[in-house]
T-cell receptor, first 112, second 111 residues
Framework: NAGVTQTPKFRVLKTGQSMTLLCAQDMNHEYMYWYRQDPGMGLRLIHYSVGEGTTAKGEVPDGYNVSRLKKQNFLLGLESAAPSQTSVYFC???????????FGPGTRLTVT | DQQVKQNSPSLSVQEGRISILNCDYTNSMFDYFLWYKKYPAEGPTFLISISSIKDKNEDGRFTVFLNKSAKHLSLHIVPSQPGDSAVYFCAASAAGNQFYFGTGTSLTVIP
């Protein structure tokens, strides 16, 4: 099992460009999450999904969109990147009511 | 406003001694708490959890204590080993959908 994988691992964007981060899990988990980690801020929830076709906002959703068209995939989109979105992004997944989350290795995004 | 706080950014402990990592929270609705461990360039990995109906949970060298009246939890690692050197995050949830993480404590275990 690969667990939770994230693509790409690194990316540099210019302000105003768009991109999509892909998260895939092979554990048949219902719940999936996107977090960002910034120095001194810990991990903050951007969006999450409790099942295929459903998404919900987390703590810091502004500037991001998500889609969960397939159970195993959760996409995070930046339509117009800003320097404030420079961060490390982590995807996670879990069973329903399974509070333990399994995290991917992260994507380091720099917006110049 | 940070609902989960880890006020010690770093901690150094001698190998074999006890490591105590602390976490405070403000939301009295939180009913489930977790600790994660993170190595550089990797995602966090689950370590141990505790529900609000308990005040202690043990798993090998790791014990988590919960003091609901003080809104405080702590992670004890005994004995500490060099491989325990990592960043530790506490996280809390009310009803299980959204988790709020602390800012992390970097633990260094000195051989």
């Amino acid at each position: 099992n690969a667990g939770v994988t994230q693509t790409p691992k690194f990316r540099v964007l210019k302000t105003g460009q768009s991109m999509t981060l892909l998260c895939a899990q092979d554990m048949n988990h219902e719940y999936m999450y996107w977090y960002r980690q910034d120095p001194g801020m810990g991990l903050r929830l951007i969006h999450y999904s409790v099942g295929e076709g459903t998404t919900a906002k987390g703590e810091v959703p502004d500037g991001y969109n998500v889609s969960r068209l397939k159970k195993q995939n959760f996409l995070l989109g930046l339509e117009s990147a800003a320097p404030s979105q420079t961060s490390v992004y982590f995807c996670a997944s879990s069973y329903p009511s399974g509070y333990e989350q399994y995290f991917g290795p992260g994507t380091r995004l720099t917006v110049t | 406003d940070q609902q989960v706080k880890q006020n010690s950014p770093s901690l150094s402990v001698q190998e074999g001694r006890i490591s105590i990592l602390n976490c405070d929270y403000t939301n009295s609705m939180f009913d489930y708490f977790l600790w994660y461990k993170k190595y550089p360039a990797e995602g966090p990995t689950f370590l141990i959890s505790i529900s609000s109906i308990k005040d202690k949970n043990e798993d090998g060298r790791f014990t988590v204590f919960l003091n609901k009246s003080a809104k405080h939890l702590s992670l004890h690692i005994v004995p500490s080993q060099p491989g325990d050197s990592a960043v530790y995050f506490c996280a809390a949830s009310a009803a299980g959908n959204q988790f709020y993480f602390g800012t992390g404590t970097s633990l260094t275990v000195i051989p």
